[in-house]
């Protein structure tokens, strides 16, 4: 069966670069979440987006942005990286009604700033 | 946000079943109780959930007290593969990860 599809699945940069995170949810799963792990921590919950919109935020640093495209994928922008930004990224993606307490996550993004 | 609390760490005998409890005391009636397990570095994994109703799939079962207020999840057969932090979430939208329990399954 298909999976969330996260890439890059590494990414090094430097302290004030940008970076851009990729997500491609599930085939027919309409609404993306992003997640932030930093060492030796729980996931946090960052931002999700259902159809297109934003549908809840959480702790997501006014640094960074993220939407949803017309094919479902979801970006996730990060600017003015800082070394506490260093994290693993996950993506996770549901299908909306009764089950969209499931959510699948990717194999997530290891980002490390330098 | 009805909160959560759990062992922090468990070891389980390979082949043994694994029971794994969590206190979910301030539960409203309308939410679910969900499991999800992380394996070292990898996305988490759903695993069940239910409302008040024993569950069961061929992952695990998931025995949920008749007043809701505690819940367990049973690895019928624990694996090595099972080594694992499982996460007991009561609020799954978005998914509010807490401490955990670490199991540990020894061979």
């Known amino acids: 069966a298909a999976g969330v599809i996260q890439s890059p699945r590494h990414l090094i940069k430097e302290k004030r670069e940008t970076a851009t995170l990729k997500c491609y949810p599930i085939?027919?799963?309409?609404?993306v979440y992003w997640y932030q792990q930093g060492p030796g921590q729980d996931p946090q919950f960052l931002i999700s987006?259902?159809?297109?919109?934003q549908s809840d935020k959480g702790s997501i640093p006014d640094r960074f942005s993220a939407q949803q495209f017309s094919d479902y994928h979801s970006e996730l922008n990060m600017s003015s990286l800082e070394l506490g930004d260093s994290a693993l990224y996950f993506c996770a993606s549901s299908s909306t009604g009764w089950g969209g307490g499931e959510q699948y996550f990717g194999p997530g993004t290891r980002l490390t700033v330098t | 946000d009805a909160k959560t609390t759990q062992p922090p760490s468990m070891d389980c005998a390979e082949g043994r079943a694994a029971n794994l409890p969590c206190n979910h005391s301030t539960i409203s009636g309308n939410e679910y109780v969900y499991w999800y397990r992380q394996i070292h570095s990898q996305g988490p994994q759903y695993i069940i959930h239910g409302l008040k109703n024993n569950e069961t799939n061929e992952m695990a079962s998931l025995i949920i007290t008749e007043d809701r207020k505690s819940s367990t999840l049973i690895l019928p057969h624990a694996t090595l593969r099972d080594t694992a932090v499982y996460y007991c979430?009561?609020?799954?939208?978005?998914?509010?990860f807490g401490k955990g329990t670490r199991l540990s399954v020894i061979a």
């Open positions: 979430i009561v609020r799954y939208t978005p998914l509010v």
């Open positions: 987006f259902y159809e297109k919109m």
């Open positions: 085939p027919r799963h309409d609404t």
